[in-house]
């Protein structure tokens, strides 16, 4: 009789990532390939390879290196800001994929360093931190998630074993300096400078008003502040420079206007720290709708200058792909299908493709098919345009089709924009 051998891995990839980020944090001991294996229930070749994601995903969005030292074990460098940025958005994302990980082998090696430090015991207990965290709920207005509260708890028994101070540029603290958690987080230092035998220094007050913020998703209905009614004022003038630019109206702006509010106040402060977010969104806004992208761009330029930074390419994709959904939900347009003919000439073909793209502010979806082929078997359902830079005879039946002479005349570009867009 034989029992059945699970091959099975314990964890996800997306957990195990977590794990080993949660890892390289702790203050001792060093990790080793050996724990990695062990604690995520792996072989050497899959956790090196994690090794190998985790360090090329650090150094992407928060400019920060994983080194394997000469002892074997890894070893996080940066700046202390880009290390606690890090942190905060690896131990959100722990704590949504991998609860019972964080609260079994990160925060007691936390609670244990805080012992070890001699750090005041009252501090860190959990009933009077849930207190501290309940008085900051208070004092911003805002409803902690439960998931939130124990993000905050553990953060700060991190926070109350370090000894490095997390810098600031003037133009971040200027920044910071405005912003409406500010308040909570002086409360924060002021506690624990007032109750600590090691008082954090007073520019902490900084960074915790940074991870509130952080932390956050504002609502524009509930403009609480100058700075929130100045952000609101600022995307409804994107939203008319977008307009002008892209020579279109958004009726129904209101829902657009709270949309890219929220989604605007996280991303300057994702700009004014360099905190860096996926490109493959970018690099497809880029090739797909250029049109869309450059307009967006163009819009964002007076919004940003406004606030002190300038956006990457990655988040003016996200904003473009904002306005484009927005533009497509308002029209209850479908994505126009679009069949080019192919000949002898693929380059060419690509040049007519970019083309097309490059005019057009709304998605289309361009798909290939061979000229031959389409004369004997017609067009597929659903197209809405057929265009080729060959001369060719039309089947029986046909879409529109446009013999398209690079590059494109006026008249054939309105040609096309009127049987796409309409």
Known sequence: MSSAHSTAPLFSRAQRRCHLLLLLFLPAPALTLEKLCQLNGVDPVVARQDIADVGDEIQRFHQLELHQMVDGSFRIHGT????????????RRALRLSQDFVCTHFAPVLRQRLK?????????????????????SLRL?????????????????????????????????AWLAAKIERSAADDVIHHWQKRCHLAPDVSETDFWTLLFSLIHAPDGSQLADSQAHKLMAAVEALIARFEQLA??????????????????????????????????????VARLYPRLLRTTARALQHFSSDFGTQFSAEEVSLVAVQFGGWLMQESALQEKQVLLLTGADAALEQLLEQQLREMMLLPINITYQDMLHFQREGAPRDVALVVTPYATALPLYSPPLIHAELPLSDHQQQRIRQLLES
Not at 129 to 135: D, V, Y
Request: aromatic fraction near 8%; include cysteine.
């Open 247 to 284: 020579q279109t109206r958004i009726k129904n702006q209101q829902q657009l206007k709270l949309q890219l509010y929220t989604h605007l106040a996280q991303a300057l402060d994702r700009s004014h720290f360099a905190i860096g977010i996926d490109n493959s969104v970018a690099l497809d």
């Open 141 to 173: 207005a805002r409803d902690f998630t439960p998931r939130d509260r124990l993000f905050l708890q553990i953060f700060m028994k991190y926070a109350l074993c370090q000894r490095q101070t997390a810098l600031f540029s003037e133009r971040q603290r």
């Open 116 to 136: 070890v430090l001699k750090i005041e015991k009252a501090l860190w207990d959990e009933t009077n931190l849930q207190a501290l965290i309940q008085h900051c």
């Open 80 to 91: 202390e800001l880009d290390r606690r940025l890090c942190l905060l958005h690896w131990l």
